[in-house]
């Protein structure tokens, strides 16, 4: 009887695999911040902005779009990571909340929110 | 999830350590010029999902602490504190049995304007409705 080894193959079948549903899963997040911060604020509208703002606790409201053009993803095919988030200073700042402003989230909000989602991508049948 | 916040308040007055160690627990932000160190609390995600008979409810509690003490010793004091009073703590939620509550993820420091310095430390319970 003849063994033959086939650990290699099966783990690189397998890290390519999860790679893509890594892939589909930022950028569905992407997507999903994206549509969270899309929308008109329901809060007050202050003197000289041209939309209303969010209500504390809410996604920020759409101003200027800059917020939702920022939104992106890495991807980390070593560690098999994603990092989805924004490099806006202000950004933090909405997400987190400080001893004035209370907080916006939208980046952990959709985190959570699709985790039954994010289950199913990356569970369905390896092939 | 007012329910649920008037848990956490219940619960944080319950335990003298922390209250004596703050000026007070505050939803949303303190009213300006409120003393250090203080703790805010805000409700910053969840989900209602159902089980095969019951309705189930999965919730984040965002609590900052907020000091300006120039160390961080009187902020993470605090934060050893406010462990110690939520860690999986059992909440008492009218209609609803708390299934767990507990930390999840590093808390993370803000430093502020005028030498504020804010540690965030995020909670996840889950909810079932009697």
């Given at each position: 009887m003849i063994f033959r080894w086939y650990g290699d193959k099966v783990t690189a079948t397998l890290r390519a695999y999860y790679l893509e549903r890594l892939k589909i899963v930022a950028k569905m997040l992407v997507g999903r911040i994206k549509e969270k911060i899309s929308h008109a604020g329901t809060g007050r509208k202050w003197p000289g902005a041209r939309r209303a703002s969010s209500k504390p606790g809410e996604p920020p409201a759409r101003q200027t779009g800059d917020l939702m053009k920022s939104i992106t993803h890495e991807i980390d095919a070593i560690n098999l990571r994603a990092v989805v988030g924004t490099n806006l200073q202000y950004a933090r700042k909405l997400e987190l909340g400080d001893d004035r402003i209370e907080p916006r989230p939208y980046l952990r909000s959709t985190l959570t929110e699709n985790e039954p989602l994010i289950k199913d991508i990356i569970l369905q049948r390896v092939p | 999830m007012d329910a649920v916040i008037k848990g956490l308040v219940r619960k944080y007055r319950a335990d003298s350590a922390i209250v004596a160690a703050t000026t007070g627990l505050f939803l949303g932000v303190a009213p300006q010029g409120t003393a250090t160190p203080f703790i805010t609390l805000n409700v910053i995600g969840g989900y209602p999902w159902d089980t095969f008979d019951k309705e189930n409810e999965l919730y984040e509690i965002q609590f900052s602490i907020f000091?300006?003490?120039?160390?961080?010793?009187?902020?993470?004091?605090?934060?050893?504190?406010?462990?110690?009073?939520?860690?999986?703590?059992?909440?008492?939620i009218s209609g609803y049995v708390s299934l767990y509550f507990k930390r999840i993820a590093q808390p993370i420091l803000e430093l502020l304007e005028d030498n504020v310095k804010q540690l965030i430390v995020t909670y996840r319970g889950e909810i079932e409705a009697e």
């Open positions: - | 000091d300006k003490d120039t160390s961080a010793n009187t902020l993470y004091s605090v934060y050893d504190k406010l462990k110690t009073c939520f860690d999986w703590t059992a909440i008492t």
